[in-house]
Nanobody, 118 residues
Framework: QVQLVESGGGLVQPGGSLRLSCVVS????????MDWYRQAPGKERELVAGMTNGGSSNYADFVKGRFTISRDSAKSTVYLQMNSLKPEDTAVYYC????????????WGQGTQVTVSS
């Protein structure tokens, strides 16, 4: 059974930091590309950051310079370090694993709430 379990969300003041974690089990973690998405109330889910299985990363323009994605294959975990948080970063953040070639698959976590407010 594949599981992606996020943690690290919470309430933080503007300008603060949080680090999200996503522990992956049931798949060969090192083979999969990993992403973080977010969805704010009334809005569509959007890509925040991604990292390939080779370690290349990409970021949405709205988080460049503030967020950093990383992964630890020994722990089957992907992280999202979020600094200089803004109220507009408030959303549910989701972990996403995907791979197009065998063993192909696409999996989502259950999400973790991040609220940025004073």
């Amino acid at each position: 059974q594949v599981q992606l379990v996020e943690s690290g969300g919470g309430l933080v003041q503007p300008g603060g930091s949080l680090r999200l974690s996503c522990v992956v089990s049931g798949i060969i973690f090192r083979l999969y590309d990993m992403d973080w998405y977010r969805q704010a109330p009334g809005k569509e889910r959007e890509l925040v950051a991604g990292m390939t299985n080779g370690g290349s990363s990409n970021y949405a323009d709205f988080v460049k310079g503030r967020f950093t994605i990383s992964r630890d294959s020994a722990k089957s975990t992907v992280y999202l370090q979020m600094n200089s948080l803004k109220p507009e970063d408030t959303a549910v953040y989701y972990c996403h694993a995907h791979r197009k070639t065998w063993p192909s698959g696409e999996y989502w976590g259950q999400g973790t709430q991040v609220t940025v407010s004073s």
